[in-house]
């Protein structure tokens, strides 16, 4: 019988954290979508800076950074998004926020890519707090036009 209520128990615990993970996704899908729109119209951290985490605005201000923005600013605007899903969220039972990968593909102006965001949410709101952007074609014109300086 004591097995029984600790199953019960551990099937409660799944569901729960299974509708956290479906909620999380339902109220972040737009904030993902906004901010690659927002952010690849010119590849700045100025437009989404209250947006991502505060390391993030760090680590663009160094000169890895600026190079790193600049080869993804050869992507152009974003155009549409592509299977977005939630890959793993991590569900704190304490005040600590609530994070979630969301990954996606994106066809740009220029170019397709698979991107993955890291986002959290706290109490002060929902931030990038990582970003990988994996180019999976380049038209070779517009990379020409960017390598020259």
Same mark, same amino acid.
């Given at each position: 019988m004591a097995l029984g209520v600790v199953c019960i128990g551990f099937i409660t615990i799944a569901i729960f954290l299974e509708t956290e993970s479906t909620n999380f996704q339902q109220e972040n899908?737009?904030?993902?979508?906004?901010?690659?729109? %927002?952010?690849?119209s010119d590849w700045s951290?100025?437009?989404v800076s209250t947006k991502v985490g505060y390391h993030m605005v760090e680590q663009s201000q $160094?000169? !890895? @950074? +600026?190079?790193?923005?600049? !080869? /993804?600013s050869s992507l152009g605007d974003l155009k549409s998004i592509d299977n977005l899903e939630l890959v793993d969220h991590i569900y704190?039972?304490?005040? +600590?926020? !609530?994070? @979630?990968?969301?990954s996606f593909n994106a066809t740009f102006e220029y @170019?397709?890519? $698979?991107?993955?965001?890291?986002? *959290? %949410?706290? $109490? *002060? @709101?929902?931030?990038?707090?990582?970003? !990988? =952007? %994996?180019?999976? /074609?380049?038209? $070779?014109?517009?990379?020409?036009? %960017? =390598? +020259?300086?």
């Amino acid at each position: 019988m004591a097995l029984g209520v600790v199953c019960i128990g551990f099937i409660t615990i799944a569901i729960f954290l299974e509708t956290e993970s479906t909620n999380f996704q339902q109220e972040n899908t737009k904030f993902v979508t906004k901010f690659m729109q %927002d952010f690849s119209s010119d590849w700045s951290m100025d437009k989404v800076s209250t947006k991502v985490g505060y390391h993030m605005v760090e680590q663009s201000q $160094t000169e !890895n @950074g +600026r190079l790193t923005l600049r !080869n /993804y600013s050869s992507l152009g605007d974003l155009k549409s998004i592509d299977n977005l899903e939630l890959v793993d969220h991590i569900y704190y039972f304490s005040s +600590r926020p !609530n994070v @979630g990968i969301f990954s996606f593909n994106a066809t740009f102006e220029y @170019g397709i890519a $698979t991107v993955q965001l890291v986002i *959290e %949410d706290t $109490t *002060e @709101g929902v931030k990038v707090q990582v970003m !990988n =952007v %994996d180019p999976k /074609y380049i038209e $070779t014109s517009q990379l020409s036009k %960017d =390598v +020259r300086v």
